[in-house]
């Protein structure tokens, strides 16, 4: 049972809009560390989508957003593209553990 | 451009030891200000944080893991590796090694990731 709760899958049209929870605590996300979003393409090494909550790397499409509220952190995809196709994972810091935690997974199927 | 590659044994005898280099280009491990991380992925399912190793020699080990884990520094040859004992069938994976900034912030590069398989 992870730390980090993503829902098993979500899905949606291509052009649509998505998004993907992650639920946290008050030893992690609630506490006020950030939360972060990879990307993970079949057979691949995950990739960074969002860091601190909020922000995109070099060459993330302004498609791919992040939010934080309260002791939960979310993922949006708007424009849905078939590309997108991909497993999605967030991460964060928790006291309590005192190592970083990774969410479940979440499988992002385009219909 | 920072890159890290994963090395070892694609296959490891129940009992035994598996052990993985991750060797990094583009970067001194020397230099400080990064920390050296190992996750694994079982097949299907999701990532599991392992540990990690500061240029200082500070570990982290995940507690399902620690009695079992040694992540260790070779700052001549610029690699980390870990080192899991007592392996089982449960331990089949593939291995990523990874950089981050601090414990809590994100990965900045990874692996390309490396399976391995316990099996007699």
């Known amino acids: 049972q992870s730390v980090l709760t993503q829902p098993p899958s979500v899905s949606g049209a291509p052009g649509q809009r998505v998004t993907i929870s992650c639920a946290g605590s008050?030893?992690?996300?609630?506490?006020?560390?950030?939360a972060h979003w990879y990307q993970q393409l079949p057979g691949t090494a995950p990739k960074l989508l969002i860091y601190?909550?909020?922000n995109r790397p070099s060459g993330v499409p302004d498609r791919f957003s992040g939010s934080k509220s309260g002791t939960s952190a979310s993922l949006a995809i708007s424009g849905l593209q078939t590309e997108d196709e991909a497993d999605y994972y967030c991460?964060?810091?928790?006291?309590?553990?005192?190592?970083?935690?990774f969410g479940g997974g979440t499988k992002l199927t385009v219909l | 451009q920072v890159q890290l590659q994963e090395s070892g044994p694609g296959l490891v005898k129940p009992s035994q030891t598996l052990s993985l280099t991750c060797t990094v280009s583009?970067?001194?491990?020397?230099?400080?200000?990064?920390?050296w991380n190992w996750i694994r992925q079982h097949p299907g399912k999701g990532l599991e944080w392992i540990g990690y190793?500061?240029?200082?020699?500070?570990?982290y080990y995940t507690p399902s893991l620690k009695s079992r884990v040694t992540i260790s520094l070779d700052k001549s040859k610029n690699h980390f590796s870990l080192k899991l004992n007592s392996v089982t069938a449960a331990d089949t994976a593939v291995y990523y090694c990874?950089?981050?900034?601090?414990?809590?912030?994100?990965?900045?590069?990874w692996g390309q990731g490396t399976l391995v398989t316990v099996s007699s």
């Open positions: 601190g909550n909020s």
């Open positions: 991460q964060s810091y928790d006291s309590s553990l005192s190592s970083s935690v």
């Open positions: 008050s030893s992690n996300i609630g506490a006020g560390y950030d």
């Open positions: 990874a950089r981050t900034l601090s414990s809590s912030s994100w990965i900045d590069y």
């Open positions: 583009g970067d001194s491990i020397s230099s400080g200000g990064y920390y």
């Open positions: 190793i500061y240029y200082s020699g500070h570990t």
